[in-house]
């Protein structure tokens, strides 16, 4: 039988992954700074899945919401967008 | 061959994560690029350690009244690395805010988020 739960955890893993690489790929700022909130989201999951429910609870409190606001307040602050020459 | 638990995966992306934060700082040119990389080498950090005390088939370690007292030794993740990393977790909020302050006054100074025209000192 397949787990339900243990598959998102899987796939939890490739997403953790991927939006690291993804959200430093990006030339608009802001949207990389959205991509590490869904990052931290898929991180929130895994921390579920490995047995550490409070560490869950605190990431997604914290990455989500906290980690994106400064970025995003610097960002407002400065530029948004990534000087090319 | 390794086994491809969830723990063993953990750690594939806590080290895939590091190295992905710590290229990022050192290669990417743009000031908070580097530091939404800071914040991912925290994270591949914090993931590693709390993959460190995972138990395949275990329980949260909460010990609930009419639970067995006797296997709750063997079946409980371990506590510590949780316990590190969620102070860990709070620490890299107020570090993130310190460097978020710095990148603004470095832009104010110099009126560029490219770190290698702050590092050779030009004003606009």
């Known amino acids: 039988m397949i787990d339900a739960f243990m598959t998102v955890a899987y796939l939890m893993v490739i ?71 | 061959m390794i086994e491809l638990t969830l723990q063993t995966l953990s750690f594939l992306a806590a080290a895939l994560l590091v190295i992905i934060g710590m290229a990022g700082m050192l290669y990417l040119d743009n000031l908070i690029k580097k530091l939404i990389a800071f914040t991912l ?32 030794p063997n079946e409980a993740a371990l506590i510590f690395g949780p316990g590190i990393v969620l102070t860990n977790i709070v620490i890299g909020v107020s570090t993130t805010a310190i460097l978020a302050a710095l990148i603004v006054i470095l832009y104010k100074r110099y009126g560029t988020l490219k770190a290698s025209k702050v590092l050779k000192g030009e004003h606009e």
């Open chain 2, 41 to 72: 080498l925290s994270d591949g950090v914090n993931l590693a350690l709390v993959s460190l005390g995972y138990v395949q088939g275990g329980i949260v370690p909460i010990l609930e009244p009419g639970a067995s007292l006797s296997d709750f």
């Open chain 1, 15 to 85: 997403g953790v992954t991927i939006g690291a690489v993804a959200a430093l790929l990006q030339k608009d700022l802001l949207r990389a700074a959205y991509i590490s909130g869904a990052e931290s989201i898929a991180l929130a999951f895994l921390f579920h899945a490995l047995l550490a429910p409070d560490l869950g609870l605190t990431q997604a409190i914290v990455g989500t919401v906290l980690m994106p606001g400064i970025i995003i307040l610097a960002i407002l602050k400065t530029r948004r967008h990534e000087e090319s020459d």
